[in-house]
Every structure is written in structure tokens, then in C-alpha cells.
């Protein structure tokens, strides 16, 4: 079974406008971080943000924020005022902090429109 | 403060070659995971090296090995080349066990091998 799944393969978006990047993810683990990295051409993966599976509120970090509904089993990635920087792919990621790896998603590609 | 250096950013090899791939660790990191991404697909962890040993392995066939020095830097090597290798490999490091913004990649070493 798919760890993580991203059901949006690109999206398009109108510069200065709101989108919501699309993340599930399956485990029976009780202790998990959620993670959002930016991925450009140059292939660097960019930390973007981070939810801990017991973290009570939602996450922020300046335009990003992280939708965590627990008992959907999903971490949305919500993008404010979209700038024409952030086209790139979107990948959502989920470590399990009984091993140390990362599974990631298949990404979404994101294109911000002028 | 330099980030994660790897080394070559791209390689042409042939079937059946062996290739060495390098990686030098963000100052203060100690562990290092290796990542292989197929053209539109998420990374696939390989494996993580910490304190010069193998401490988790992926789905990854015995071909594929590693080794991390004394300065923390580490190596991948895959021997036997097969067309579907060809991939972008990615190298992240972290220190210790800590959450994903410890976690730190590179640009990667895109190879091809024909």
C-alpha cells in the first residue's frame, strides 16, 4: 500500500491567489511527522514545513501553512498568495519515528499563471 | 554555511559500469541518507549511514552499497549498471535523530546510464 498519496499530478494557479496541494497518508504508527518539500528544476529538495502527528494545531510557516485532519489521514499543503517562484513540484513526505526513513509521493506540479 | 555538496552533478555511464556517487554532509550533520528519484516519481530512500555504519536500508538490491567516512561525508556506489538506474540520486543529511527540519539535501547526481 501507497504510504503517501498525491492525486493531483499539476495544478495551475492564478499569481497572487490561494491553492491547496493534496497529500493522504497511511500508518498504523501512533508517533509521525508530516513534511512538504519544494522541488525546482535545479533538483534540490527545499524543506518547506512540518507537523508532528501530536501536534494540536496546524502548521505554519510564513505563506505555507499544513491542513492536518488526523482522522482523515490527510496533511494538506495551502499555499497564500502565490508568487511565480513557487512554480515547481510539491512533494508531500511522511517519516515514521520508528525507522528513519522518508516516504514520499509521486508530487504535484505546480504552475503559478501571471 | 555551505549545505550538502554532492559530487558529480551529472554522469553518463554504461551498462554494466559500476559508479561512485559522493556527498559531503551540511556542517555539524552526522547522518546521511542516500535517495534515488525516477523521472516523475517521489525519492526512494536506499539508505542512512550514521557513526560509519549502515543503520537502515531500503528496497534496494545488494548492488547498491555505501560507506560513510570518519568527516561524516559518505559514499554511494552501484555496481552493475542496469538501464533503470538512470535516475536523479539525492543526499540528505541530518544530525542525529532530529525532526525534518534537521534534514538538509543536496542538488543531487542526475545519472544516465545507456
Known amino acids: 500500500a501507497q504510504k503517501i498519496t498525491q492525486t493531483q499530478p499539476g495544478m495551475f494557479v492564478q499569481e497572487k491567489e490561494a491553492v491547496t496541494l493534496d497529500c493522504t497518508y497511511d500508518t498504523s504508527d501512533q508517533s509521525y511527522g508530516l513534511f512538504w518539500y519544494k522541488q525546482p528544476s535545479s533538483g534540490e529538495m527545499i524543506f518547506l514545513i512540518y507537523q508532528g502527528s501530536y501536534d494540536e494545531q496546524n502548521a505554519t510557516e510564513g505563506r505555507y501553512s499544513l491542513n492536518f485532519q488526523k482522522a482523515r489521514k490527510s496533511a494538506n499543503l495551502v499555499i497564500s498568495a502565490s508568487q511565480l517562484g513557487d512554480s515547481a513540484m510539491y512533494f508531500c513526505?511522511?517519516?515514521?519515528?520508528?525507522?528513519?526513513?522518508?516516504?514520499f509521493g509521486t508530487g504535484t506540479s505546480l504552475t503559478v499563471i501571471p | 554555511d555551505a549545505g550538502v555538496t554532492q559530487s558529480p552533478t551529472h554522469l553518463i555511464k554504461t551498462r554494466g559500469q559500476q559508479v561512485t556517487l559522493r556527498c559531503s554532509p551540511k556542517?555539524?550533520?552526522?547522518?546521511v541518507s542516500w535517495y534515488q528519484q525516477a523521472l516523475g516519481q517521489g525519492p526512494q530512500f536506499i539508505f542512512q549511514y550514521y557513526e560509519e555504519e549502515e543503520r537502515q536500508r531500503g528496497n534496494f538490491p545488494d548492488r547498491f552499497s555505501g560507506h560513510q567516512f570518519p568527516n561524516y561525508s559518505s559514499e554511494l556506489n552501484v555496481n552493475a549498471l542496469l538501464l533503470g538506474d538512470s535516475a536523479l540520486y539525492l543526499c540528505a543529511s541530518s544530525l542525529g535523530r532530529t525532526p525534518a527540519s534537521g534534514y538538509t539535501f543536496g542538488s543531487g547526481t542526475r545519472l544516465t546510464v545507456v
Open positions: 556542517s555539524g550533520h552526522d547522518t
Open positions: 513526505a511522511m517519516r515514521e519515528y520508528t525507522g528513519n526513513q522518508f516516504y
